[in-house]
């Protein structure tokens, strides 16, 4: 499966749903669901973790710095245009149960089809230079964010929802994503310096 295989009009719905399916297994690895699409990708391999990051398996301990170090990995990889994706064998290897991966993706059914309901082709300068590199920049600095903040509640989740948004504006082709990510990637990064505040404060 390609970038050109997925439903630009269903992305998110269309992810889940084979994610769902690997769900029947006892226990599933990333590499399993990375590879339901195939190694050149990239674009669902980024969707992936921000799924997983955005759903109830983020209160798993280290969970969501293996997402975000997923994340921050397959943006770089994107940014160089390599034809395949790699991901070293700690992240690939990493188990989740799966009847839980399909608790947590059963969740996020309504959230999918709320935004899969309104992408549309807009704002096209986002995909030309040199705006195009904007996107997965953005979504490096959130996978390598995440890490630091996973002791700060809700922030690797909000984080999840940028890359989340910006993934969509590149398989939807829809900018006004890019424009929500950056919008909330702004709220996010003031959580931090609030507990900091509150911390001091204290």
Do not use: K
Not at 2 to 19: E, G, K, Q
Not at 157 to 167: A, D, E, Y
Request: aromatic share 8%; glycine share 6%.
């Amino acid at each position: 499966m390609t970038d050109d295989d997925v439903d630009p009009r269903h992305p998110l719905r269309a992810m889940i749903a084979r994610l769902e399916a690997l769900g029947d297994a006892e226990t599933v690895d990333l590499r399993m669901l990375l590879r339901a699409f195939g190694e050149a990708s990239f674009l669902p391999a980024l969707t992936v973790p921000a799924l997983l990051v955005v759903s109830p398996l983020s209160g798993i301990p280290l969970f969501s710095s293996i997402c975000g170090i997923s994340i921050a990995l397959i943006s770089i990889q994107i940014v160089l245009r390599r034809r395949h994706l790699w991901l070293p064998a700690f992240i690939l290897d990493h188990r989740i149960n799966g009847r839980r991966l399909q608790r947590a993706l059963a969740r996020l059914h309504r959230v999918a089809d709320w935004l899969d309901g309104r992408t549309a082709e807009r704002l096209h300068l986002f995909r030309h230079r040199p705006l195009s590199w904007l996107v997965p920049v953005a979504c490096l600095i959130c996978g390598l964010a995440m890490p630091f903040l996973e002791l700060v509640p809700f922030s690797s989740s909000l984080l999840g929802t940028v890359v989340v948004f910006f993934s969509v504006s590149m398989l939807a082709r829809d900018g006004l994503f890019v424009v929500l990510g950056l919008m909330v990637m702004g709220i996010a990064s003031t959580i931090p310096l609030f507990v900091y505040g509150q911390i001091a404060g204290s």
